[in-house]
């Protein structure tokens, strides 16, 4: 079965500082992986994903992840923090693995708060 | 805005009582997935339609039935609620396996 654990439910961060948001996952075959961004009283917008191509993968708003099958890991990166940023991240992987985007189990989220 | 729209925004429901949630679809795609996002968790995905057909489940209860008409838009619809059940509920829509995008969601808030 498939999981996702995020290491810390909350990052405080300055802005133009490094946001480095963390992702585990648990698979039982190759995983694809996701992540999300939501912002207050929105819906789900998608950052990025890996789908075993590069396993270094940019997305949207300068964000990036690195797909690590070592550590299982699939941690989220922005060199330089914005206070645009501030929201809450979620990280997901496709459930049994198939790709299919619509049916995906997510983490419990991380919040990022991005200080003046 | 992703195209994928919901209704309603907001709704209060008693325990008890019975809802349909409402999802229309992209233009162009063809498969529904619902979720339930309660305060302070991750989504957790419930059912997904594709072609009008359900096409995979989660770990959730009968009382939770969906459909899908021609079009694509689709219905949630949850009998005798549970004070549990307050959540945001949130539609994706998407082509074959391809992106989902996620509408805004529907609060619900049963009291």
């Known amino acids: 079965a498939q999981s996702v654990t995020q290491l810390g439910s909350h990052v405080s961060v300055s802005e133009g500082a490094l946001v480095l948001l963390r992702c585990n996952y648990s698979?039982?075959?190759?995983?694809?992986l996701f992540w999300y961004v939501q912002y207050p009283n929105q819906g789900l917008q998608l950052l990025l994903k890996?789908?075993?191509?590069?396993?270094l993968v940019k997305g949207i708003n300068g964000f990036e992840a690195e797909f690590k099958k070592s550590e299982t890991s699939f941690h989220l990166t922005k060199p330089s923090a914005h206070m645009s940023d501030a929201a809450e991240y979620f990280c997901a992987v496709s459930d049994q693995g198939s790709g299919n985007t619509g049916k995906l189990i997510f983490g419990q989220g991380t919040t990022l708060q991005v200080k003046p | 805005e992703t195209g994928v729209t919901q209704s309603p925004t907001h709704l209060i429901k008693t325990r008890g009582q019975q809802v349909t949630l409402r999802c229309s679809s992209q233009s162009g795609h063809n498969t529904v997935s619902w979720y339930q996002q309660a305060l302070g968790q991750g989504p957790q995905f419930i059912f997904q339609y594709y072609r009008e057909e359900e096409n995979g489940r989660g770990n959730f209860p009968p009382r939770f039935s969906g459909l899908q008409f021609p079009n694509y838009s689709s219905e949630l619809n949850v009998n005798a609620l549970e004070l549990d059940d307050s959540a945001l509920y949130l539609c994706?829509?998407?082509?074959?396996?391809?992106?989902?995008?996620f509408g805004q969601g529907t609060r619900l808030t049963v009291v």
């Open positions: 698979s039982s075959v190759p995983p694809y």
């Open positions: 890996y789908t075993s191509a590069a396993t």
């Open positions: 994706a829509s998407s082509l074959e396996n391809l992106e989902a995008f």
